[in-house]
């Protein structure tokens, strides 16, 4: 089957997505302060080849170069993150007017260009000064993050209407708070879950903020999701699949509902009730305009009882026999079908927006062109099972490709290339891949359908 664009609807937001800290660099230039992944990534250890992002794109400078291409590839709307660090050196307290500068740069650059920008307040990169004081496991964060959002609302506000609270909290808890490989690099159950209830307070405090500030800003919140298999059909994989689901995909949205945390299918997170004060459960509470969804692949779990807590574990795809991408995730596109109609589900969610999904395949640069036909056959796959999804009523309203260009990957360095461009990381040279030229035409015409494979 085919299909084009204008199958998802008229009004259907087409984007593409990046992060402050994966493309900026410009890490201690014009009074950015350090934020704990510039701290995090001191130690080389701690990433696959050793690398960080002090340097990254620099997108910082080449920020004006960046939007024309996505105003050539006729991308409409483009998502981005604020760099707290970079407009509040110390978290609180004294402004950087450079970075306020630069952001309201990017976003004019933007709207010159008839892009619509989608902000982020925050994707991974706390202020250090703030972790030095216990960072988001430190109740006090509420008013750290009150005074950022603030700021971000009376600074840009005046242009932003579409507003991202929180960028998958899921992982920025887990992984650096409780596994430790992810900046700050902290682990341990008590500190995952009071990073957890206070990220989940400010989920909503964020928005409320927004919505005092900005009357007509259109708020949502975005989640990592990844539908979840048992590994068999006995019983004991079955109950481990549950509890994995709850972990990862219903820990963060359901409080946001006011349905408070899954605690009956997950009895470990029982113990977040120490850091519950008197009315926590309706502060959690905030009637999102928009739920984002990111999606990549599947899980499948199976029943493990030597592993604390979680009883259980994940199977990794390269033991399962599946197609697979250089982050060693399954390619799985019913996997987005499967969370969009779970997440539709949900009385409450209004609207869902794809935030994110994309791959990283391994990929040569050959006289000057990178022919990533298995990513135009991914997102296509994707992308079919998203239509899939809205044709039976799922009210999905826009996806947003990740990512703009090849950046830096978190703990993975510069070893996966997500990008529609390709990024020479030496010289700053950008080449649009073939699959860049794929989502431009996929944009720019109807006639162009593409063939499910
Ligand atoms: C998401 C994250 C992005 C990017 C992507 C690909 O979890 O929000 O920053 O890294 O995964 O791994």
Redesign the pocket.
Known sequence: MGYSKFDFGEDFQWGV?T?AY?IEGAHNIHGKGVSIWDKFVQNSSKIKDGSHADVGCNFYEHFEKDLDIIRELHIPNYRFSIAWSRILPNGIGEVNQKGIDFYNRLIDGCLERNITPWVTLY??DLPQALEDQGGWTNREILNWFEEFTTLCARSFGDRVVNWMIL??PM?FTGAGYFLGYHAPGRKGMSNFLSAMHHATLCQSLGARILRNELEDAKIGT?F?CSHIDPMTNDEKDVAAANRFDALLNRLFIEPALGLGYPLDDLPIAKRVEKYMMPHDESRMHFDFDFIGV?N?TREVVKSNWMIPYMKGQIVNADERNVPLTT?NWEVYPKSIYNVLKKFDAYEGVKELIVT?N?V?FPETVVEGRIKDLDRVQFIQQYLHQVLKAQREGVNVTGYFL??LLDNF??A?GYT?R?GLIHTDFDTQERIIKDSGHWYKRFLQSAKVRNLVV
């Open positions: 997505s992060a994966q994707h991974w960028n998958e992982v975005t990592s990111q990549y982050m994110e994309g990283a990740w990512t990957e978190w993975e996966q997500f």
